[in-house]
C-alpha cells in the first residue's frame, strides 16, 4: 500500500477489525488525495468510514473515495452461510449474512434507537447522531421474528392487502422475514399471505421515471443533501402475476426532514394478496404514497427503505462443493454470495471471528412455483417478441431440462430492453428457475441496453462500468463475454446461469471475478463451427436457434475467433478441452501449444513439458479417481501457455502432485531458468488452487509434554528391585505423589513401613504396584491383608516365591476399581509379563492409561511403571479446523529459546473432537504454550504442512557432487518456481511445496525475479498472489521476490528451510503484502554472507580480497525468517517462529543491489517510510526476534574493503516524507510486536523516529533496545518510544530441557527453568544505549536478581563506548510488586567487563513523573559520575546509581590534531573527582568525547598530552540561554583564535560567523554574555570561555532549526610548550543542588502501566486476569493468614476456613455473586455448596474457588456439582489440603478450565490465568457491556468475611 499521510496510516489497521471498538481519530484529512492511493479493500471501507467520522461533509470529496471503492475487484464466493438461530424471549434470532457486490460492508447490525436496523448490497449505511461505531461491531445480520403468540410493536412496516396489512402471526421461522420496529398493529392480526416470501419495499423516486422504478441509494454515507439520482428496479414483475410487486413508496412526512437523512437504513417487507384485492394492482403516480393505500398504516418515522437487491424465499446451500446453480444475480447483474474480504476463505464456507462476523448474501429460492404466468420484461415497451422467437425460447427451455417448464418463458426482446439492470432481472428470474431443476443450460441475454447514462454509453460504445472492453452482447453459451484484449470482463454485465444446488458451475460461466473474455481466434471459430446456432450452453444441443437482436451500439470490424478463455469457476470442465493421457517416457519432450487445449486425466512422466503458443494444460479434477502425477525434469509455461489445476471459485477437490526429477549434473539448464524447475516466462498462465484448508492457527490449550500436566512418567527396573515396587498418583493430574521400594523377601520390618507409606497418602489415589524379583518371604499376612483392603488386590494373599505380581487401583477403592494380574514362577527363568493396566481420568478431561509389569525374561527380573495418554493427544486450538483431515501433517511451533522444539504430527480421526479440536499420533517431547502467560500472548503456533497439490523435488538420499556437502548431509537440489516479468497471470492457492529450492543463487521454491509491478499499476487487473502455501522441508528459502512490487503472500506456511525464508532481495522491493505468514525453523544457508552461520562464514572465502578472514558474529550470521529488504512493505498479524539468527530484519541496502543496481538514488531505502507493521508475533530466535537497522556491502570486494559483497554492514533508518531527508520525518510504527523467549533480544532498532505501541516483550535475554540514529552530529534530533507495552523478565514458561537449549538453572522462584544465553547473563527489560528514548504507559513484571545474574526492568547497554543523551525519560510506569530491581547500571565483572567506557560512565535517565524512582523530576545516573553528583543527590547502592535533581544537557567535544587524546573533565565544585573519557572514533580524522553536564556549572577540562591545536565546543540539548563556563588546559605559550558560528549539519556550511575577542580578566569573559569574549590566563593556562545557547530548540533536535552553535579554538603552539595546569582555575564553589523531597504520591497512579491486561495477537479480545491462592494446612502453619482472589488489581481475602466463591459475568466481567461455605462449623456445606452451584450461580457465569484448611465435609465423598463447572470429574476434597478451580457455568467448556486439589502436605493450590472475556462460544447477548466492571455486591456481605483492598503496585 501506498504510505499517505502518517497520522492516518497508524490507525487504519486499527480501524479495519470489524469487531473492535473504535475510537475514531480527529484528524484533518483529505479525502480526495486518500483516494487516489491504491490501498486495499478493507482498507477503503475503513477510509470511508473515517471520512464520516471526522467531520467531511462535503459530498463531492465523499463521492470521489466512493467512486474508488466502487472499482474494487470482489472475489465471489461459492456458497453462503447458514442462517443460525436463537431463541431470545418471544422473538427467535436469525442471524444472515451477505456480501455487497460493489460495496465492502463490516458487520453493521445491531439495536439504535426504537428498534434494529439492517444494511443491504449497494447501501451506504448511514451512522446518524445517536449512532455510535459500537453499533457497527455487532455480531452479524439480525432478524427478528415473531412467535406465534403475538407481536406487539412489531411489523408495522410490513405492508399487504386490505384483507392481510401484517406480518404476524403465522411467519414459517424456516423463513426470512424482516420486520423493522413501526406502527403498532392489534394482537393477533394476521397476515393471509404470511406465508409467502415477501420481498422488500422500495421508496418512490423524486419525480417519474417510468412504471417499474426505484431510488438510487444515498451517495456513501452523505448526510447534508438528499439523494437526487434514480435507479431503475431490479426486479420488473406484470401486475397480474401472482408474484412478486415492485413499486415505489414514499416513506412519509419523516422522510422529508433533515434530521431523517442520518438515521441507518432498513429494510421494508411486503407481500401483496391475490391480483383482484391487491390495491397496488394501478400504476402509482408520481409521489404516491403506497403506505396510505394499506390500510393507512402510517410509516416509521425513522426509516429509509432503500434499493432492495435482495430475493425473497431464502434457501441454505451447502457449505462444501462447488457453486450453487441457485446464485442470485443482483442488480448490478453480478452473482450474489461475493466475498468482500481477502481475510475470508473461498472453499464454500466461511469462518466466524469471534465478536461479529462480516456479512453473506444467502443464495434466494427459486421463485418459479410462485410464477404463474409468463414474465414480461418491462423492457419491451411496445410489443412482446415475435411468435417464432417466443416458440424458440420455449423450446430451448425444454432442451436444457429446466425444472418450471410450465410456469416460466424466456422471452428475447425485439426492441432494445430499458436498462442493464431491468434485462438483468430478468435473466435472474428465468436463471433461478434452471437453478432449480436439473442439469440445466446456462443461458443469457440476447441484448444489453439502457437509459440515462449508461444507455449513452452504451450508444457511444462505451461501457458503462468502464472496463476496457465496449459492451458487445451475452450468448447463450458458458463464457460468452464482450472481449477486449482478453481482459477480465466488469461484473456488472454478466448474466449467466449454472447448474444445480451442489453441483459446480461449468467453466467458463460468467459471473466471476475471475471470468476473462474469450480471444478473437475462439469468436471466429465459434462462428464459423456453430453458424448462428447460439444458446447452447454447458456442452448442450439446442433444438431451436435464434439470433440476437441487433446491436444498440455502432458496428465494429469483426474480429477474429480463438479459443474460448478459461474463465469460470471448474476448469477440467469446459467443453472445448480434449483428454489427453499421455503415457509415461523420460526421453519425451512434450509441447503443449498451437492453441492446443488438453485435460490431462492420468498419471504421466516426461523428459520435460513446454506449454506455449496459446496452449492449455488442465489437471482433470476426479475426487474418487486415483491422483495424477505429473513427473518431468523441468515445465515451462511462456508465449500465452496455461497450466491450470482447479481455480479460485472452483478448487482442485483431487489430489495432484507435479514432481520434478534429475541431479545437478544431468542434462543442460535452460537460459533464464535453470534446472529442476517450473518456469512462468513472458505470457504464461499458472493458475494452482487446491482445497484451501485453514492455513494456521494458535494453540488454545496449553501442550505439555507426553499430554499431561506433569508430563509422562516411565520407569524400568531390573536387577537392584527386590520386593514391592509402589507408585502413587494423584487420579485428577497424573502427578507422581510418591515412590517407594520395600524389600518384603528378606527384611520383615519392611511391611510396617509400606503400612506406614500407604497411610500418609491421600485416599483416592492411584496406587501401582509391581513385584521385582521376589516380595513374599517376609511379606506379613498383616501387610497383605492391608493390601487386601487397600487396594483391593485378589492375589497378594497367595503371592509365592519370585512370583510375577502387578496391580493398579484407587486407594480405599474396591475390587472392581482395581486392574490387577501375575504369573506363575517354574524355575525356568522365563515367566512373561505380568501387565496391570487401567485408564483414568484428569479434572481437565484427560484420559491417561497407568501401565505395571513384573516378569522374568531369560533369568533376569523386569519390573516398571509407566504413565501416559490414552488413545491419542487432543489439541485444543484457537479457529475452526474442520478442514483439517485424517492423515494430515501439522507443525508445532516451540514457546521456548530453541527452535528445535518445533514438533510434527499427524492427524488421527477424531469423532469426538469439537470444531477447533484434533487428536494428534504420538507423544509431544516439549512443552507448547497454548496461553496468554503473564499478560503476553505465547500461544504457539500450529500449521497444517498438508495440501492436496503438491509441487515436489525427487531427491537422492544423501548429498552428492557439488551441493555443498561440506555444510549437508542430504542432498539440497531440489526443484524450484521461477516467475519472469511480463506474465499473464500467476496465482497459487492451496498449494504445498516440499524438497524445493536449490543452493545456488536465484533457485528458490516460488522467485519472483524481476517481475516489476504485479498488481494494478502493472495493468494486471487480478494481482498476482500466493495465498495459503505450504513450505517445507526445502533447501533455499522459502518465498523470493526479486525486483517485484504489489504481491500479496497470505496464509503461508515456511517451515525447516534454509537460507532467509521471506525474502527481499535487491532492495528495490516495494508495496509487497505480507499477511498471516508462519514462519519457523529457519536455518543457515550458503547462497549469501548473511545466510550463513559461523562455520560456513569462514570456511566460504571464494568471493573476499587476498586473505581476508571474515568475522562471522559482524560479517555473516543474519540469517532471518522474514529479510525485509525495503520498508516500503506491510508485515501484518504474521509470525516468526524460530530462526537460527532473526525472526524479522529490516536491513537497508544503501543503494540498489544485484540486477537492480541504479533504480533508486543512494540512500533511498533508509529515508523511506515504513509500511504497515501490526501485530506481528517473534519469538524462539536466537539473536532477535525483530530487528531494524545495519544494511549490505554494496560494493565488490577490493584491497581497500576485503569483504564480500552483500556482507552484513552498517545503515541508520532515517524515514521521511517521500523519502526526501529535506521534509519532514516520517515516524515508523511498531503495533502490536509480541516477542518471547528470544535468546538475545526480542526487538532492537536503530534509526530516527520508531515508535513501538501495544506491544509485548517476555522471556528475552533483553527485551528490547532502541539505539538512535548516530551519534551527534549525525543524528538529525531523532527519537524512540515505547508507550502502552509489557515488559515480563521471567514468567511462568518454564521452558523445557532438550532442542538444543543450553541453559537450565534456577529461576528467581526457585524452580528450574530455561534461561537465555547464559546462567549468568544480565536480563534487562528494557535496555538504553544511547537517545534520546521515551518509555511511558509501561509495565514491567518479575525482574528478580538472582546469587547468578543481575536481572533488572531498566538497563543500559554493556561497555557502551557512545554518547548518552539526558534527554532519555520515563513517565506513567508500573513496576509490580514482583520486580526485585528496578535499575541497574552495572558493575564490573562478567558481562560488564570494567564498567568503564564512556558510555558506561555517562549512563542516565529523566524520571518525569516519579514512577521508577518515586521522586518527580529526577535524573537517575550511576553513582560515581560526579559530572552529575552534587550534595543533592540520593545514592541507590543495588543500582549502583543515585537520584539527582537539577538541569542537565551534553557538550559534545571534537577534537584534532592530535586524535588520540584521553579526555579529562571535572565540574569545578568536584574538581577532585574528574571524569576521563576515552573517546568513540579512535582511528577517524577527529576525536569525540560527549560528557553529560550540569548546566551552569563551572567546568574543567584537561588532557593526558598537549592539548589538540583545534578544538571545537557545541552545546547540544540546550535550551535558549542555557549556559556553561569551561577552562580548557593549554600551553602558557599559546595563541588562540576563537570562533562562534551555526554550523548546517546537512549541508556541512556554516553562517553567522563571529570572533571572540580577548577580554582582560577572567570576569569580565565569564559575566559580560552579551558579549562574544575569551580569556587566557598565562599564569595557570586555562582558557576561559563562556559557552552559551543564543537559538530556540524544538522537540528532539540537538540543535536550533538555524543549525547547530558552536564554538571553535584554534590554538598556536610551540613543539616544547609544557601544558601542566591546576586542578581547579574557579576558586569559588557553586551552591549545592537541593536535596530532592520525597513526593511520592499520596495514593496509587491510577494512569501508570500499560492500559492493556494482556498483550494478543486477538486485539479485540480483552481479558481479565484472574489469581487464586488457596491455603491449606502446611500453609497456614508456615504463617500464612489469607488465601484470595485476585481479578486484575482487585483482590479479595479470606480469613477464615472453608470454600470461598466468586462469581463473575463472562460477558462483561462484573463480578455478581460471592459466598463462604464454611467446612468446620457447618453440618451441611456440601449440600450448600450443590444448592448453590445448582440454583445461584447464572448460565455464562466464570466461578473462581478458593480454599483455607478445607475440613471433612459430611457427604462429600465425591463433589460432583464441580462438573457443572466444568471438571471433568467430581472433585473429593483433601483434609487439611488446599483446593482451586477456575470454572464456567454454561453451555460451552472452554479450554481455559483449570483445577487443582492438594493434599494437606503439598504446596497449597495456586493458579493464575487470563480469561477472555465475550467469546463467541459464551453467546452473550448483543447488549453485554464489554468494559470491566467490578460491582462488588453487598448483598450477602453478612456472609462473606472478605474485603476487597487496593490493588498492589
Known amino acids: 500500500m501506498d504510505t499517505f499521510r502518517s497520522s492516518l496510516a497508524w490507525n487504519l489497521f486499527r480501524l479495519h477489525h470489524c469487531d473492535q471498538e473504535v475510537k475514531f481519530p480527529k484528524i484533518p484529512i483529505s479525502p480526495f488525495e486518500v483516494a487516489q492511493h491504491k490501498v486495499k479493500p478493507f482498507l477503503l471501507h475503513t477510509v470511508l468510514r473515517l471520512l464520516g467520522n471526522t467531520g467531511v461533509e462535503s459530498g463531492g470529496q465523499q463521492s470521489k473515495a466512493a467512486s474508488l471503492l466502487k472499482k474494487q475487484t470482489i472475489k465471489p464466493r461459492k456458497t453462503p452461510i447458514k442462517p443460525k438461530e436463537e431463541q431470545s424471549g418471544r422473538y427467535t434470532r436469525r442471524r444472515y449474512g451477505f456480501d455487497i457486490s460493489n460495496t465492502f460492508w463490516c458487520c453493521m447490525s445491531g439495536t439504535q434507537g426504537a428498534g434494529y436496523h439492517w444494511v443491504q448490497p449497494g447501501i451506504w449505511a448511514v451512522p446518524g447522531t445517536a449512532h455510535s461505531a459500537r453499533a457497527d461491531q455487532k455480531a452479524g445480520l439480525e432478524v427478528l421474528i415473531p412467535g406465534q403468540e403475538q407481536c406487539r410493536g412489531w411489523a408495522g412496516a410490513v405492508v399487504g392487502s386490505a384483507a392481510s396489512p401484517g406480518m404476524c402471526g403465522r411467519l414459517s421461522p424456516g423463513r426470512a422475514d424482516r420486520a423493522v420496529r413501526g406502527r403498532r398493529l392489534p394482537a393477533g392480526r394476521g397476515s393471509a399471505g404470511a406465508d409467502r416470501a415477501p420481498s422488500v419495499l422500495v421508496v418512490r423516486p423524486r419525480e417519474e421515471r417510468g412504471p417499474y422504478q426505484c431510488p438510487y441509494p444515498c451517495p456513501w454515507g452523505l448526510r447534508t443533501r438528499r439523494c437526487e439520482d434514480v435507479w431503475e428496479c431490479s426486479h420488473a414483475v406484470d401486475a397480474s402475476c401472482d408474484g412478486v410487486l415492485w413499486y415505489k413508496v414514499q416513506p412519509g412526512a419523516a422522510a422529508k426532514q433533515k434530521s431523517a437523512w442520518k438515521i441507518p ?44 437487491d435482495i430475493r425473497p424465499g431464502w434457501r441454505d446451500r451447502p457449505r462444501l462443493g462447488g457453486a450453487s446453480g441457485s446464485a442470485a444475480v443482483n442488480s448490478a447483474g453480478t452473482a450474489s454470495g461475493w466475498e468482500m474480504d481477502i481475510n475470508k476463505e473461498a472453499e464454500g464456507r466461511q469462518t466466524e471471528r469471534r465478536s461479529g462476523s462480516c456479512l453473506r448474501l444467502p443464495a434466494p429460492a427459486c421463485p418459479c412455483p410462485a410464477l404463474s404466468c409468463p414474465v414480461r420484461p418491462s423492457g419491451c415497451p411496445t410489443a412482446w417478441a415475435s411468435s417464432s422467437n417466443r416458440r424458440r425460447a420455449e423450446s430451448e427451455d425444454r432442451t436444457a431440462g429446466t425444472g418450471c417448464r410450465s410456469s416460466i418463458r424466456r422471452w428475447v426482446c425485439s426492441a432494445p430492453a430499458p436498462s442493464v439492470r431491468a434485462a438483468a432481472a430478468v435473466s435472474r428470474r428465468a436463471r433461478d428457475c434452471v437453478g432449480a431443476g436439473r442439469e440445466g443450460s446456462a443461458f443469457g441475454l440476447a441484448t444489453l441496453s439502457g437509459e440515462g447514462k449508461a444507455h449513452k454509453k452504451l450508444q457511444q460504445n462505451q461501457n458503462p462500468f468502464k472496463e ?52 478473437r481466434r475462439t469468436r471466429r471459430r465459434s462462428r464459423c463451427r456453430r453458424g448462428t446456432r447460439r444458446g447452447a450452453a454447458n456442452g448442450s444441443s439446442a433444438s431451436g436457434r435464434y439470433r440476437a437482436p441487433p446491436r444498440p451500439f455502432a458496428s465494429r470490424p469483426r474480429r477474429r475467433c480463438r479459443r474460448p478463455s478459461l474463465a469460470g469457476p471448474c476448469p477440467e470442465a469446459a467443453p472445448h478441452l480434449a483428454p489427453w493421457l499421455p503415457g509415461s517416457d523420460t526421453r519425451r519432450a512434450a509441447v503443449v501449444g498451437r492453441g492446443k ?69 544431468e542434462g543442460v539448464a535452460v537460459e533464464g531458468f535453470g534446472q529442476k524447475f517450473v518456469g512462468v516466462g513472458r505470457g504464461g498462465v499458472l493458475e494452482l488452487h487446491g482445497r484451501r484448508p485453514r492455513s494456521w492457527t494458535l494453540l488454545d490449550k496449553t501442550l505439555h509434554p507426553g499430554g499431561l500436566r506433569h508430563g509422562p512418567y516411565s520407569s524400568e527396573r531390573r536387577w537392584g528391585s527386590r520386593g514391592l515396587n509402589l507408585r502413587v498418583l494423584d487420579s485428577g493430574t497424573a502427578r507422581l505423589l510418591a515412590a517407594g521400594r520395600f524389600d518384603t523377601h528378606l527384611r520383615p520390618g519392611e511391611g510396617g513401613r509400606l503400612r506406614a ?165 504420538g507423544s509431544p517431547l516439549y512443552l507448547h504454550i497454548g496461553e496468554v502467560i503473564d499478560g503476553v500472548d505465547m500461544r504457539a503456533e500450529v500449521g497444517l504442512l498438508t495440501r492436496n497439490i503438491l509441487i515436489q523435488g525427487e531427491m537422492e538420499d544423501s548429498c552428492y557432487g557439488q551441493n555443498q556437502c561440506k555444510f549437508f548431509s542430504f542432498d539440497t537440489f531440489g526443484g524450484h518456481i521461477k516467475i519472469l516479468r511480463n506474465f499473464s497471470s500467476v496465482h497459487m492457492s492451496g498449494v504445498e511445496l516440499k524438497n524445493m529450492g536449490q543452493q545456488i543463487l536465484g533457485s528458490y521454491p516460488v522467485h519472483f525475479h524481476l517481475a516489476e509491478d504485479v498488481d494494478e499499476r502493472g495493468g494486471y487487473k487480478r494481482p498476482a498472489y500466493l495465498d495459503n502455501l505450504a513450505i517445507h522441508h526445502c533447501f533455499s528459502r522459502c518465498v523470493a521476490i526479486h525486483g517485484t512490487h504489489g504481491l500479496l503472500v497470505k496464509d503461508t506456511i515456511g517451515y525447516d528451510t534454509l537460507g532467509h525464508c521471506f525474502f527481499l532481495e535487491d532492495g528495490t522491493e516495494q508495496r509487497n503484502t505480507f499477511y498471516h505468514n508462519l514462519g519457523l525453523l529457519t536455518r543457515p544457508g550458503t547462497i549469501l554472507p548473511s545466510d550463513r552461520s559461523e562455520g560456513m562464514c569462514l570456511a ?82 536466537f539473536k532477535a526476534g525483530l530487528f531494524i537497522g545495519k544494511g549490505v556491502k554494496t560494493t565488490r570486494a577490493n584491497a581497500e574493503d576485503p569483504r564480500e559483497y552483500l556482507t552484513v554492514d552498517n545503515a541508520r533508518f532515517r524515514p521521511h516524507q517521500d523519502a526526501d531527508p529535506e521534509k519532514p520525518r516520517v515516524p515508523a510504527v511498531i503495533d ?66 532438550g532442542g538444543q537449549n543450553s541453559y537450565w538453572g534456577k529461576g528467581a522462584n526457585g524452580e528450574y527453568r530455561t534461561l537465555p544465553r547464559n546462567k549468568t547473563f544480565p536480563i534487562r527489560g528494557f535496555q538504553i544505549y544511547d537517545g534520546p528514548v521515551r518509555m511511558a504507559r509501561c509495565t514491567f513484571k518479575k525482574f528478580t536478581p538472582t546469587v547468578d545474574r543481575h536481572s533488572s526492568a531498566i538497563g543500559f547497554f554493556m561497555k557502551n563506548s557512545w554518547q548518552i543523551s539526558p534527554q532519555n525519560n520515563v513517565s506513567q510506569i508500573l513496576m509490580e510488586r514482583s520486580v526485585g530491581l528496578k535499575v541497574f547500571f552495572g558493575r564490573p565483572g562478567q558481562w560488564f567487563g570494567n564498567n568503564d567506557n564512556d558510555g558506561d560512565k555517562m549512563s542516565i535517565f529523566h524520571d518525569l513523573d516519579g514512577s521508577v524512582t518515586g521522586y518527580p523530576d529526577t535524573f537517575v545516573g550511576r553513582a560515581d559520575n560526579y559530572l552529575l553528583r552534587h550534595p543533592g543527590c540520593l545514592p541507590v547502592p543495588r543500582w549502583n546509581g543515585m537520584m539527582c535533581t537539577g538541569k542537565f544537557a551534553q557538550l559534545y567535544i571534537q577534537a584534532r590534531r592530535p586524535e588520540n587524546l584521553t579526555l579529562s573533565i571535572a565540574r569545578a565544585a568536584s574538581h577532585s573527582h574528574p571524569v576521563r573519557l576515552q573517546g568513540v572514533t579512535r582511528g577517524a580524522p577527529y576525536q569525540q568525547y560527549q560528557p553529560v553536564v550540569m548546566l551552569e556549572q563551572a567546568y574543567v577540562i584537561q588532557w593526558d598530552g598537549r592539548a589538540p591545536e583545534d578544538v571545537i565546543l557545541y552545546p547540544i540539548n540546550f535550551n535558549r540561554g542555557d549556559w556553561l563556563h569551561v577552562a580548557l588546559c593549554y600551553p602558557r605559550a ?255 467448556k472452554p479450554s481455559w478450565i483449570k483445577v487443582l486439589n492438594h493434599a494437606g502436605y503439598q504446596k497449597a493450590a495456586s493458579l493464575q490465568h487470563y480469561v477472555p472475556l465475550k467469546l463467541k462460544e459464551y453467546q452473550c447477548p448483543a447488549n453485554a457491556d464489554k468494559s470491566l466492571r467490578f460491582a462488588f455486591s453487598q448483598t450477602h456481605s453478612e456472609h462473606i468475611p472478605a474485603k476487597a483492598v487496593a490493588p498492589w503496585g
Open 468 to 519: 476496457k472492453c465496449a459492451i458487445r452482447r451475452l450468448r447463450a453459451k458458458p463464457g460468452s463475454t464482450c472481449c477486449g484484449r482478453g481482459r477480465p470482463r466488469g461484473p456488472g454485465l454478466q448474466v449467466a446461469a449454472a447448474g444445480p444446488l451442489g453441483t459446480r458451475r461449468p467453466w467458463g460461466t460468467p459471473g466471476s471475478r475471475s471470468s476473462s473474455c474469450p480471444s
Open 757 to 921: 507409606f500407604l497411610a500418609r497418602q491421600p485416599p483416592g489415589s492411584v496406587v501401582a504396584a509391581a513385584v521385582g524379583d521376589s516380595a513374599a518371604r517376609s511379606l506379613t499376612p498383616e501387610t497383605r491383608l492391608l493390601l487386601r483392603d487397600r487396594l483391593g488386590s485378589r492375589f497378594i494373599a497367595h503371592l509365592g516365591y519370585r512370583q510375577p505380581w502387578a496391580l493398579v487401583g484407587i486407594l480405599g477403592g474396591d475390587q472392581l476399581s482395581v486392574a490387577e494380574d501375575k504369573r506363575e514362577y517354574h524355575g525356568n527363568g522365563t515367566t512373561g509379563l505380568a501387565i496391570a493396566q487401567r485408564d483414568f481420568l484428569t479434572y481437565d478431561g484427560i484420559r491417561f492409561t497407568v501401565t505395571a509389569f513384573s516378569g522374568w525374561i531369560k533369568g533376569v527380573p523386569h519390573n516398571g511403571f509407566k504413565v501416559e495418554v490414552s488413545k491419542g493427544i487432543v489439541l485444543h486450538l484457537v479457529d475452526e479446523v474442520t478442514s483439517w483431515l485424517p492423515g494430515d501433517r501439522i507443525v508445532i511451533a516451540s514457546t521456548d529459546y530453541s527452535m528445535h522444539q518445533a514438533e510434527e504430527f499427524n492427524l488421527l480421526p477424531c469423532p469426538e473432537c469439537k470444531s477447533n479440536q484434533v487428536k494428534i499420533d
Open 1534 to 1788: 599559546a595563541v588562540f583564535q576563537v570562533v562562534a558560528d551555526i554550523y548546517l549539519r546537512r549541508t556541512g556550511t556554516v553562517h553567522s560567523v563571529q570572533h571572540y575577542l580577548a577580554a582582560p580578566s577572567r570576569t569580565i569573559a565569564l559575566n559580560r554574555t552579551h558579549e562574544r569574549l575569551f580569556y587566557f590566563d598565562r599564569a595557570s593556562g586555562y582558557l576561559f570561555v563562556h559557552l552559551q545557547a543564543h537559538e530556540a530548540r524544538e522537540g528532539h533536535s540537538y540543535c536550533s532549526q538555524r543549525g547547530c552553535e558552536r564554538i571553535k579554538i584554534m590554538a598556536h603552539m610551540h613543539p616544547g610548550d609544557s601544558w601542566s595546569c591546576d586542578p581547579n582555575p574557579f576558586p569559588e564553589r557553586p551552591v549545592a543542588a537541593q536535596h530532592p523531597r520525597p513526593q511520592r504520591p499520596s495514593r496509587l497512579c491510577r494512569t501508570c502501566g500499560a492500559p492493556q491486561v494482556a498483550i494478543t495477537s486477538t486485539p479485540s479480545v480483552e481479558y481479565i486476569r484472574i489469581q487464586i491462592q488457596s491455603l491449606g494446612r502446611e500453609g497456614i502453619q508456615s504463617q500464612l493468614t489469607s488465601a484470595f482472589i485476585k481479578i486484575n488489581g482487585t483482590m479479595f481475602l479470606f480469613n477464615s476456613s472453608g470454600i470461598f466463591f466468586l462469581v463473575l459475568d463472562a460477558c462483561s466481567g462484573a463480578v455478581v455473586s460471592r459466598w463462604h461455605f464454611d467446612t468446620v462449623a457447618s453440618e451441611n456445606a456440601a449440600h450448600a455448596i450443590t444448592d448453590y452451584v445448582q440454583t445461584s450461580i447464572k448460565e455464562r457465569s466464570l466461578v473462581l474457588v478458593c480454599s483455607r484448611n478445607i475440613a471433612d465435609m459430611v457427604g462429600s465423598s465425591e463433589m460432583s456439582v464441580f462438573t457443572r463447572l466444568g471438571s471433568a470429574k467430581p472433585i473429593i476434597f483433601h483434609k487439611g489440603g488446599s483446593f482451586a478451580m477456575l470454572g464456567y457455568k454454561g453451555q460451552a
Open 265 to 308: 437504513l432498513a429494510l421494508f417487507t411486503i407481500t401483496p394478496g391475490s391480483p383482484a384485492r391487491s390495491p397496488h394492482s394501478r400504476r402509482l403516480g408520481a409521489g404516491e404514497d403506497l403506505f396510505v393505500q394499506a390500510e393507512g398504516l402510517a410509516p416509521a418515522p425513522s426509516i429509509r427503505a432503500p434499493v432492495a
Open 1232 to 1297: 502490536g510486536l509480541i516477542a518471547f523467549k528470544n535468546n538475545d533480544h526480542g526487538a532492537w532498532a536503530r534509526g530516527g523516529d520508531i515508535i513501538f505501541r501495544n506491544s509485548g516483550f517476555s522471556d528475552n535475554g533483553i527485551g528490547l533496545t532502541l539505539a538512535s540514529d548516530g551519534t551527534f552530529p549525525t543524528d538529525e534530533g531523532s527519537s524512540l518510544e515505547v508507550t502502552h507495552s509489557i515488559f515480563v523478565g521471567e514468567s511462568s514458561n518454564f521452558g523445557s530441557q
Open 1100 to 1181: 566460504i572465502r571464494s568471493h573476499v580480497h587476498g586473505n581476508y578472514v571474515p568475522v562471522p558474529s559482524t560479517d555473516c550470521m543474519a540469517v532471518s525468517t522474514f529479510w525485509i529488504a525495503n520498508p516500503n512493505n506491510n508485515l501484518i498479524e504474521n509470525a516468526a517462529a524460530g530462526a537460527q539468527d532473526v525472526g524479522i530484519w529490516y536491513i537497508f541496502h544503501r543503494v540498489p543491489t544485484g540486477q537492480s543496481e541504479g533504480q533508486y538514488p543512494e540512500g533511498q531505502t533508509e529515508h523511506t517510510p515504513l509500511g504497515l507493521f501490526y501485530n506481528n508475533r517473534v519469538h524462539s530466535n
Open 597 to 665: 487445449a488438453l485435460r490431462l486425466e492420468s498419471s504421466a512422466t516426461f523428459h520435460s513439458l513446454v506449454i506455449r503458443d496459446g496452449g492449455m494444460l488442465v489437471f482433470a479434477d476426479r475426487p474418487h479417481g486415483p491422483p495424477i502425477t505429473l513427473r518431468a525434469r523441468y515445465i515451462l509455461i511462456h508465449d500465452g501457455g496455461e497450466l491450470h489445476i482447479g481455480s479460485e471459485r472452483c478448487p482442485y477437490a483431487s489430489r495432484a502432485t507435479i514432481s520434478l526429477y534429475g541431479r545437478a549434473a
